[in-house]
Each structure stands twice: as C-alpha cells, then as structure tokens.
C-alpha cells in the first residue's frame, strides 16, 4: 500500500512541477539572425519559432535531459543536449547556411543554359522553338545569342572566331556526328532533330566541362526529354511537309514509348518562295524515329532514341567559269542514328551515367558539268573544267561508349570521372570524270579519360576543376586538357566567373589521310564574366581570349585532294560579349537583346598568312522581341539580326614562291535580316477541347534585304560571284495538333 | 497487494494515455483556431507550421497534425513574395503532407493539399509551369472528389482556379460560379469527422461568390 502511495505521490509531484522558461537567439555564421526557425524540445510539443530578430522563447513543464533542436530551411540542423532544473535557460544558437542549389553561385562562364527547370537558364526551351529567325531549327536559335556568327552560306555553330566543325553537339552526353542534313554547296542544311525532343539544351562558346573534347570552340550539350506527361498523338502540316507521331505513356507512369514520321516535301514551298537555283530533284525527306524511356526503381531512367532519314536534291546553278554553262548538284543521303542511355542512383551517393551509340550516315554526290539543255558535258582542256564532273561517295559508320560516375559529397560538392569511347570508320570513293576511282578509309579509335569536381566552398564560392586524357589512332599521341572554372557571387546576387581551358582536336575527315605526322591543333581558352539574373531579367557581359596553336595547314596531293599536311598553323580570337534579357519593363513583353565585338585572325589550311577568316564578322547583333496577346491567344515574335561584313578572299598559287598568295580580297557588304513569327493557339485554355491546335506563320527577311554571304571566284580569279542565299524570303505556314489522351480517370483509379 | 498495484498502474497508465490525448486535442483545437487570424501575417503561419510539426513528430501517428503543418507550409507559399523561395517552402510541404498519406492512405484532404502544393509550384511561373503542374493540380482534385464525394473543398480549390482564369482561357466568374455554389451546397451538410478534422474554406467560398455576382 505504502508503495501506491509512493506512486500517486509522484505522479502528484510531477503534476505541479515548475515551469521553465527557454529562450535565446539563432544568427548564422556571420552573425545574421535568422527568422522563421522551429525550435523543438525533441518528442514533445513545446518550442518555438524565432522571430525577425531571431530570437525566440517559451516556457516548458518539461524537466530533466531533453535535446533542443532547431531546423530552418536552407541551413544545418541544430541539435543540443539540455538538462531543465528550475533555472531559466538562455541559449545562443549559430547554425551553418547549407550550400544549396537555391542559393549557391552558378558557374556560369562561357555557357548559355536554355532549360525550364534549371537555374541559371537564360532561355526556356520554348524560346528555342519560338525564335522566329530560327524556324524550329534547334542550332538557330542560339544565333540570336552573343558569341555566334551569322554564317548562312553553311550550317552549324561559328563561335568566337572558329569555324563550325570547331563546335560539337552531343545528345544525352553522346557526341552526334551528322547532327545537320548534308551540306549542299552555297545552302545552310538544317538540323535533324525535332526540339520538342529536349528539355534542357547548354550552349557552351568557350570553357565547357571536361566530360566533353573534341571541339575548340564550343559544345552544344542536348538533353532529351524523359517520360513525357501524358499520352498524346501529334499531327503536323505545312508547306514543307507533313508529320505525326505519337507518345505513350503507360499507365503507372514509369514508361513510355513513341514512334514519329516525317515527309517533307518542298515543292509548295518552291511554289510560295522563288530559289534562285534551279531545283531538278525538289527535295524531298523522309524521317521516322522510335523512343522508349523507363523509369527505373531507384529512380534512375533508361532512354532510347532511334533515328532513321533518308533525303535527296539536285539543283544546277550557273558555273562560275563559264556564262554557257551549268553546275549540276545531286545529292543521296541516308543517315541512322541509335542512342541508348541509362542513369541510375547506385547508392551511397554514387550515380552512373552510362550510353551507347551507333551511327551510319552515307551520301551519294554526283556534281556535272552541263550545257544550256541540261547534258552532261566534258571539257577536259582547260584541265580544271575536267574535275567539275566527279562522284563523291561517302559511308561513314561511328559508335560510342560512355560512362560517367558522380558521387555527391555534402552539400553541392560532387566529384565525377569516366571514360568515352569513340570509334568512327570513315570511307571516301572519288570518281573523277574518266571514270578514275580513288578509295580511302580512314579508320580512327578515340579514347579518353576524365575526372571533374565540383567544389562549393560557400554559397559565395564554387570552382569546378577537372581534366580530359585523350588518345587518338589518327594523330597516335596523347594529350592532356585541363580545364577550370571559378565563380564568385556578389552580395546583390550578381556574380563573376573566370574559366580557363585547353581544347584539343584532331583534323576534319575531309583533310585525311594526313600527309606526314601531325599532332592535335589546340586552343587555349580564356573567359571572364559578370553575370547578373533576375526572375525576370539577365544581364551578362564576358571578355574572352583564345589562342589557336598548332592549326592544320594544308597542301594539295598529286590527286588533287587538300591533305591535313602539318600543324604551323595558328590563330588568335578575342572578343567582348553583352546579352540583355528583360521580361519586366514592358508588360507582357518579353525580350533580348545581343551584341558580340569579335577580333580574329588565323593562318590554316590554305591560308596564305595569319588573316581574318572569312566567317567571322567584327560586329554582331541580334534583338528578339517576343509579346503574346492573351486575348486572342496570339504571341508575336520578331528578331533582328545584324553583323557587319565579313572577309572574302581569292588565294592564288604563286609558281614561284610555291605557295598561296592573297590575290583579291575585299568585305562582305553588312548583314541585315528581319523574321517574324505569328503563333495562334486557338485551344488555348479551353480545357474541354481533346485537341491542342499550333497556328505558325513565319517569315524570313522580312524587308527582302540584300544579304551577301561570300564571294566565289572563278578558278584564275578574274571574275567573283556573290553567295547569296537561295531566296530572298522564305514563308513557312504550318499548323501543328496535339490529340491529349486524357488519362486522369485512369490516375485516380489507380491511386484508389 | 500485487492485485492493487497492478489496478493502481494500469490506472495511471489510462489516465496518462487519456491526459495525452486531451493535450493533443486541446493543442490542435487551439492551433487550429489560431490558423484564421494568421492570415494576416506570414510570420504567424510559420509558427503555426513549426507548431503543428512538433505535435506531429511527438505524436508519431497522428495524422491530422501532418496534414495541418502541410497546409500552414503550403498557405506560406502563397504570401511569400520572394518567388525563388518557394519551391523550397512548397517541397517542404510536400515532405509533411507524404507522412500524413503515409498514416492515412486515400485521404480526400490530403489530395486538396497536394492539388496546392502543385499550383504553388506553378505559380512560381506559370507560363513555364503550367504544362508540368497544371494536370498535376487538377489530378489531385478529381482524385479529391473520388475519394470523398460530400468534400466541399476540392470544388472550392477548383472554383477558385477558374475564377482566377483569364475568361479568353475557359475561366472567369460565370464558369466558376457553378462549381463554387456546389461547393458551397456541400459546405452547408459537411459535417467533420471531429472537431480537429479539416473544416476551412467556407468563408473564402461565400466570399468567392460574392465576387462573382
């Protein structure tokens, strides 16, 4: 009985002990207070939040240890044994900011990233496809960006004073080697891909990451999309063709697949906009792909994206030599492309990123001389009328293996390393007009090594440090690319980048084999940048320095092939880079503005010294103005591009000096060219409509503004041409539909 | 003796449990009242989370207590004018509204506070998100309504999202008004399971159509 007693009386005790008061204050590191942090008496409810001054109190019936803890968003949790007798408790709490991607400086020089979910992205990736300059071309869109040039005699990326091949795209961290249709003579070729295939897109003109080589330039870094949000069926019209596809997504939302095909045809667009070339194969493209992406149990994905096109155009234009007579062009091309990928978290931290790829492309050329009725005519005196008529086949095959780890250490640090594998086998057959074959196969295996970190030392401070290991069979020598980046943030939220790097490549295909042993041409970047981002506006300015070494020169092989011959090459680019984004002063207008100040020389290939190239301009500027008017659900996009003229030459062999001497020479006149887009999307909003319908009507050089690209020369050099493009205007109307199947029954069926 | 002992223990055990659940009871009813007045001030709804999520983690397994720390974390969402931060907030409320599903599977109301935390993403930039999270939202409101037709408010959240559509975009007054006098319809029957059981959003309903007329 004495022992109930003794119970109930402690029971009783306990019920009237005293009560304790806990208070104190919470400031970071620096001593800032913090607001809006829980503090929690472990496992029971009593605590508090602090206030704006950071400090806080309540008063507990709690005695004895307790642990006291405090968690805030954004920063280290607290925690602290507390023994509770009868005193008051005063605490004074310091808890550590977390690096966290929210808050951390983003390192950022040398790359544009157009994404929808990352930080740091200077475009959505709406504004690739709504770009009116760039007519849903992927590649194009990044014209309007500072660094680029406005090449449009041929395709792909010119950046910073390198030519296009200096630049490489790589989709899914797999390197895409005829990423552009074939190039056709005179005629920028547009991109293969479909943009509504990815989600993310980095734009790189200088310093990019060591997971990438093979490029001095610049690295377009392609990321495709993973499942998509609903199962959906697309149809497309317009003048140039017509396409459909459709996306599955399967019920539990952890797969999908989807198969797409794609004619084009550009009789009506022929009809709609006059060429100046005279097209005897009107072009014509045929394009299906295949996708399936899984959703793996640890989160990881697996993707595949598949690709198969086939093309082909004739067109005969005047020959430059001669009034009478005609160039015929035709082209065959057939191209695959196979990628497959998968990323899984392995545990511990650790994720693997891994990827194969297989490509085929082969293109079928057949150039003729002909008369004013079309027939092939051979002229053999003087001797360079003869090599006019010749065939051209290439069959290329390349594969890819990849694999990337990345382990993440605390906060935002993450060390990453792999290995890229590349094997390319490259066969040419030249037929000259006698019929005289010359067959070469160049063969190359490419392997490299990388390690790359990422050190966040505070939210202030990051760097990112790695180092590319590569050896070629081609050049048989290895090198070593270290690259470097730091970025610094300022403390209104502004920040400067510094990145620096060395960039290695081995000759274009075209100049293999090498006549004797050549090394790597190299460029070293140098990159300094003030960046300041806004929700809704961006500004950035860089300075850039790069210097070219160890450039292919060229000499012609008694077959009369320009062979990659040595590395005395060399060149330098510099330039100052601004880019002006504003969505906020002009109500729901968004635009951007980019200028570019570019100083280049170069001595290579056939260049006769160290001298501006012919596709780089020393000004160039873009304006996109993009407004959309909600009311009659219609968004109106123009651009504006403009470059000052570019060089053109006529290099002239002295039998003397047994060399190429500058035999006229002269500027472009300035680039100016206007587009306009209208987007109409009358289902806007209108939940009720299954069909998602995309009105587009676009127009290039709007003001049919006389663009000179370059000049041709007649082969004694009397006589130039200027490359214009192919028509002056080009209209494009298309409309595009999107059938939604509605899956939201099945959604909530499954969650039942 | 050992008999009284054991009466005593297992008495003091029940009262103890019974003083438990009194306190739990008495702490939420109090929050709860507090939860109307801290719309005024982010800084109160803050506190009111942090509170909520201290009975939860006490408790272990009340759900309720989960689901009213959700709902202050994603409500702060709404009246943080810093944009950047909510995402981070909106994950939060995530986290707090998982466990409260985790305790009690199917729940109509924890669908209502997901349907908001995916239109607080949204509103983040909704001409970027709206693709992403506006079926997101809508999902877990037809899925609200599935999984307890008599709930008035995932017509409330529903109602207040076409209010709040441009009318060239499907939305405006006199598409809303409908489904917030249905909600209101409910509203006026619904009946909480206890007194600690969600029970908001009337006001804001009559308010709502008040507006609309």
Known sequence: ?752 | MKKVFLIAAVSFLTIGAKAQSDKYIASMKSNIAAIDTSFKNPINLLTLANKFERIAIAEKNQWLAYYYAAFCQVNYTYMEQDKSKVDAIADKATELIDKADALMPNNSEISCIKSMIASAHMMVNPMQRYQEYGPEAQSYIDAAMQQDPSNPRPEYLKGQGIKYTPEQFGGGCAAAKPVLQSSLDKYNTFKPASDIHPNWGKERVEMLLNECK
């Open chain 1, 1 to 752: 009985m004495k022992f109930v007693i003794t119970i109930i009386l402690s029971v009783l005790i306990i019920s009237v002990k005293g009560q304790v008061k806990i208070s104190g204050n919470i400031a970071d590191t620096k001593g800032k207070p913090i607001y809006g942090v829980s503090i929690t008496l472990k496992d029971t409810y009593d605590g508090a939040t602090t206030d704006s001054s950071g400090n806080f109190a309540f008063v507990t019936n709690e005695t004895g240890k307790h642990i006291l803890e405090a968690t805030i968003i954004g920063y280290s949790s607290f925690a602290q044994e507390i023994n509770i007798a009868k005193e008051p408790i005063n605490l004074h709490i310091k808890i550590k900011e977390l690096v966290t991607e929210l808050k951390a400086v983003v390192i950022s020089a040398g790359s544009f990233v157009a994404s929808d979910k990352n930080k740091g992205a200077v475009l959505s990736a709406l504004d690739v496809v709504t770009t009116p300059s760039a007519n849903g071309d992927v590649t194009s869109a990044f014209k309007t960006l500072p660094g680029t040039q406005q090449v449009g005699e041929s395709e792909g990326l010119f950046v910073r004073g390198g030519t296009a091949t200096e630049s490489k795209i790589y989709m899914d961290g797999n390197l895409v080697n005829n990423f552009f249709y074939s190039s056709t003579p005179g005629m920028a070729t547009r991109g293969r891909f479909n943009p509504f295939l990815f989600k993310g897109t980095i734009f790189s003109s200088g310093g990019y990451s060591a997971l990438y080589g093979q490029a001095l330039s610049s690295a377009l870094i392609l990321e495709s999309t993973d499942l998509p949000e609903r199962t959906q069926a697309d149809l497309g019209i317009s003048v140039i063709g017509l396409g459909g596809g459709i996306q599955h997504l399967a019920k539990n939302k952890k797969s999908s697949w989807g198969v797409s095909y794609n004619y084009a045809n550009l009789w009506l667009a022929f009809k709609f906009n006059k060429y100046k070339q005279d097209f005897y194969t009107i072009p014509v493209y045929h394009q299906g792909d295949a996708n399936f992406r899984i959703r793996t149990k640890n989160g990881g994905m697996i993707k595949y994206y598949g690709y198969i096109s086939s093309n082909k155009t004739g067109f005969r234009s005047p020959d430059i030599d001669s009034t009478l007579l005609k160039d015929a062009f035709a082209i065959d091309n057939f191209n695959t492309y196979q990628n497959l990928n998968w990323r899984e978290n392995i545990g511990t931290g650790w994720k693997l990123t891994t990827g194969i790829s297989y490509s085929t492309n082969k293109d079928d050329i057949n150039n003729e001389l002909q008369d004013a009725s079309n027939q092939k005519q051979v002229i053999t005196t003087p001797a360079f009328y003869a090599f006019k008529n010749f065939k051209l086949k290439n069959v290329a095959q390349y594969a890819q293996a990849r694999f990337v780890l990345d382990k993440k250490l605390n906060g935002l640090n993450v060390i990453r390393f792999g290995s890229d594998y590349f094997y390319s086998r490259e066969k040419s057959t030249y037929t000259l007009y006698n019929g005289t074959k010359y067959a070469e196969t160049v063969t190359d295996n490419l392997a490299a090594i990388f390690a790359e970190a990422d050190i966040y030392i505070t939210n202030n401070l990051a760097a990112k440090i790695g180092s590319r290991v590569e050896h070629s069979q081609v050049v048989d020598k290895w090198n070593i690319a270290p690259r470097v980046s730091v970025a610094y943030k300022f403390k209104d939220n502004s920040q400067a980048s510094f990145a620096y790097g060395l960039f290695y490549q081995n000759p274009e295909r075209k100049y293999l084999p090498a006549i004797a042993g050549i090394d790597y041409s190299r460029a070293a970047h140098y990159i300094l940048q003030y960046q300041k981002l806004t929700s809704d506006r961006t500004f950035r300015v860089e300075a850039f320095y790069k210097k070219y070494t160890n450039l292919y020169k060229t000499s012609v092989s008694p077959t009369g092939q320009e062979l990659a011959a040595n590395n005395n090459g060399y060149g330098y680019a510099q330039g100052l880079e601004l880019f002006f984004r504003d969505k906020k002063t002009f109500k729901d207008v968004d635009y951007w503005i980019s200028y570019s100040y570019l100083d280049t020389k170069r001595d290579y290939l056939n260049y006769p010294s160290s001298i501006m190239p012919t596709f780089a301009a020393n000004h160039t500027a873009a304006v996109v103005v993009k407004k959309f008017f909600t009311k009659i659900k219609t968004g109106f996009n123009l651009s504006y591009n403009f470059a000052t003229g570019r060089p053109y030459y006529y290099f002239a062999y002295d039998n003397n000096q047994n060399k190429y001497v500058i035999g006229d020479a002269g500027k472009t006149i300035n680039y100016n060219s206007m587009s306009f887009s209208v987007n109409y999307l009358p289902n806007l909003g209108n939940d009720k409509k299954k069909t998602f319908i995309v009105w587009v009507l676009g127009v290039n050089n709007v003001l049919g503004q006389k663009q000179v690209f370059n000049y041709n020369y007649t082969n004694d050099g009397s006589r130039k041409e200027a490359v214009t493009p192919p028509s002056k205007r080009f209209i494009f109307l298309g409309c595009f539909l999107s059938f939604g199947v509605d899956r939201t029954q099945d959604a909530i069926n499954n969650n039942l």
